[in-house]
């Protein structure tokens, strides 16, 4: 078959499967979006801001675990999808992105909407490639979704000159069966003599720690965590990113851990005497002050990126490999030893975490309270939320305080549900990404739970959800203010509040809301608070925006002290820490 | 801190020395000297042709040494970053070498 470069780029797209492009045209890519209207296999969506389309496309795969692909223009389309780019990569996520560029013998002149995109994106790509001929590009994509869903996942660059999608330009079309890429990773396999030192580390520990990230998501490892802990019975945490890895309301689970962790959590990790880190990388919001981590613990680090291992936290046992593989090995051999282990053996730390939890763990019934005399908490916004959705919607959040009360206070049960920009935190995440995943799952229930801030940063495409009549659910815990960095200077500034006000400037949100065509509901009282909330969730067919007004004075706790604190270093309330 | 020195087979590919370069920038690491060289003697990397099962042609591959001086622990972080490129055929210190991604403890290179 011969095919133009356009032609060849989309059919190639097809041929990977692809149902939904998220983009926004421009000169250099004329010619491809003509392609695009001369096909109907994969729907285009034209979102309202690029940064909306990496954000959607993000959240598309997080939700899915399939790769989600953008279009730019060149120029400016390219510069304003590095945000959402940077986000996908700080979090791993499989992505493609397809930039247009100037023509060829333009290239390094200046020309208009020329901007060097390979250099731009290249510290927040896993890998891009230049288009250099027509017939590359079949095997050009074919190796970028290779490379964006294999080992530790992450977004692909594919930049390609106008002039090599010119329509009159025939070349050879065969799209790659397989790839190989001699100079990339091939999947590597845990060792069989490290599976043994974990479950030998396991059988000689009394108080031992599993702590899950967002690896164990990727790998699509949940099962097999789950698998492994009804066989050893420990503590479970999960990092921001791994939430729902692990079934939140299994009476094993700590809750989250970290900066805005529960009290448990923290405690348990510093006390413990042996941590498995299953895909989670010791961030700095994890460890607090590294050299005073978790300072009796044996740590195993379970990763598929060597870099990750003994980056931050030494690691005394190391087990590379996709987490799935590495966890099947650890569950097969387990089973065959398990009259060895005398799970009683955890009893007394089980009963100390416990007791952690009953003195100072998350209240999670403040959404009790419907009284006049108190101002609508943010943290019983979003206990209704997750009553009144029954722990089984697809949430999505923003950056600030309403994204820490949304992990701490929603349950998940189940991965890929919680969809949130951990490792960049970026305001402007929570409405594109919740698009993306609509569109995946048109019959669940897609909530946003965001900031007054945050939302500001891509409202632009409430515009987008009127279009293709996305019925999402938009909470935003509205504080009159950039809450979290108000935190900050309440703590750390002495209360000086510089520049997290918007002053009178705030848009009355259910009225811009409907005025897209969407319906908006304004909640200020606390008594209206539970049934605002189910109104939402009556309506199925449109977009339903709450505004929910909540106390401005709201802190976010536990937090840990910084600088030079340890894990169990933790403010748990205005003025009192541990 | 001691200078270091390490060897890297790469892909010989437009933008490919930038990654290398720009790594060492954006990890904070200091690059003292660079050389890079288009391979055409291949008869010391025949064991990588065999183990890869590939034949290298004239002008597809380079080899670039990098001095730099950082301490110890970060050599071990700086190679396994760069062993993530992928272009990166092989990279080696003066103890160990990653091979496609998996680590031997010597220096082939
Ligand atoms: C793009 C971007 N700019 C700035 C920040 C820094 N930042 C973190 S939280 C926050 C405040 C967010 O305000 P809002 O969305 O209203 O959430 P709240 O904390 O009030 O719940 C800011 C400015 C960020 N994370 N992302
Ligand atoms: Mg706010």
């Known amino acids: 078959m011969k095919l133009a470069g356009n032609d060849m780029l989309i059919q190639s797209l097809i041929n990977e499967g692809v149902e939904y492009i998220f983009g926004y045209p421009g000169g250099a890519a004329l010619h491809i979006y003509d392609s695009i209207f001369n096909q109907s296999e994969m729907q285009h969506i034209l979102v309202r801001h690029e940064q909306g389309a990496t954000h959607a496309a993000d959240g598309y795969a997080r939700a899915t675990g399939k790769p989600g692909v953008v279009m730019v223009t060149s120029g400016p389309g390219a510069t304003n999808a590095i945000t959402g780019i940077a986000t996908a990569f700080m979090d791993s996520i499989p992505m493609v992105v397809i930039s247009g560029q100037v023509q060829s013998h333009l290239i390094g002149t200046d020309a208009f909407q020329e901007t060097d995109m390979i250099g731009i994106s290249r510290p927040i790509v896993k890998h891009s490639f230049t288009v250099d001929h027509q017939s590359n590009i079949p095997q050009i994509v074919k190796e970028a979704f290779h490379i964006a869903t294999s080992g530790r996942q992450g977004p692909v660059v594919i930049d390609i000159p106008k002039d090599l999608t010119n329509p009159d330009d025939l070349f050879d079309y065969e799209y790659p069966k397989e790839v190989n890429i001699r100079s990339y990773n091939p999947p590597i396999k845990p060792e069989a003599t490290q599976i043994e030192r974990v479950v030998d580390a396991i059988f000689n520990s009394k108080k031992p720690v599993i702590y899950a990230g967002g690896g164990t998501i990727s790998s699509n490892a949940s099962k097999e965590l789950i698998e492994l802990n009804s066989y050893i019975n420990v503590p479970v945490t999960n990092t921001l990113m791994g939430l729902g890895v692990y079934p939140a309301t299994d009476d094993k689970f700590m809750g989250m851990l970290g900066m805005h962790g529960t009290y448990q959590a923290n405690m348990a990790m510093h006390n413990a005497d042996l941590i498995l880190a299953i895909g989670a990388r010791f961030d700095d919001r994890i460890t607090n002050t590294p050299e005073k981590f978790a300072p009796k613990a044996q740590i195993v680090h379970f990763d598929v990126d060597h870099s990750s291992v003994s980056k931050i936290i030494e690691a005394d046992i190391a087990v590379f490999g996709q987490v799935k593989d590495s966890l099947q090995a650890i569950n097969k051999l387990i089973k065959d030893r398990l009259p060895e282990l005398d799970i009683t053996k955890f009893d007394d730390w089980h009963a100390q975490i416990s007791k952690w939890k009953s003195e100072h763990g998350l209240n999670h019934n403040l959404y009790k309270d419907s009284s006049d005399e108190n101002l609508i908490l943010p943290q019983a916004a979003v206990q209704h939320i997750y009553q009144e959705s029954k722990g089984k919607a697809f949430v999505t959040s923003d950056v600030g305080q309403h994204q820490m009360f949304a992990a701490q206070y929603y349950h998940f049960d189940e991965p890929r549900k919680w969809i949130n920009s951990g490792g960049l935190g970026t305001m402007g995440f929570g409405l594109p990404s919740a698009m993306g995943v609509k569109l995946a799952y048109p019959d669940e229930e897609v909530i946003c739970i965001t900031g007054e801030g945050s939302i500001q940063m891509c409202i632009q495409e409430l515009s987008t959800c009127s279009q293709y009549k996305l019925p999402i659910k938009i909470f935003n815990i509205n504080n009159l203010a950039l809450g979290m960095v108000k935190q900050w200077q309440d703590m750390n500034y002495d209360g000086r509040h510089s520049s997290i006000s918007y002053e009178d400037s705030l848009p009355d949100f259910k009225e811009l809301a409907e005025s897209y065509g969407h319906v908006g509901i304004k909640i200020t009282k606390n008594s209206d608070l539970k049934k605002g909330i189910e109104e939402a969730f009556s309506i199925k067919d449109k977009l339903v925006f709450v505004d929910i007004y909540v106390d401005p004075n709201e802190h976010v706790y536990p937090m840990l002290v910084a600088p030079n604190g340890s894990l169990k270093d933790m403010w748990l309330a205005k003025g009192s820490k541990t | ?109």
């Open chain 2, 1 to 109: 801190m001691i200078e270091r020195q390490l060897t890297l087979i790469m892909e010989n590919k437009p933008g490919a020395l930038a990654r290398v370069v720009g790594l060492f920038h954006q990890r904070g690491y200091n690059i003292d000297s660079l050389h890079v060289d288009s391979i055409e003697d291949f008869i010391p990397y025949k064991f990588i042709e065999d183990e890869l099962d590939v034949k290298f042609s004239k002008g597809e591959v380079s080899r670039l040494v990098i001095k730099t001086t950082v301490a110890d622990t970060l050599m071990r972080q700086i190679l396994r970053q760069i062993n993530k490129l992928i272009e990166v055929i092989a990279v080696s210190d003066e103890d160990s070498t990653y091979l496609k991604g998996i680590l031997r403890d010597e220096n082939l290179l």
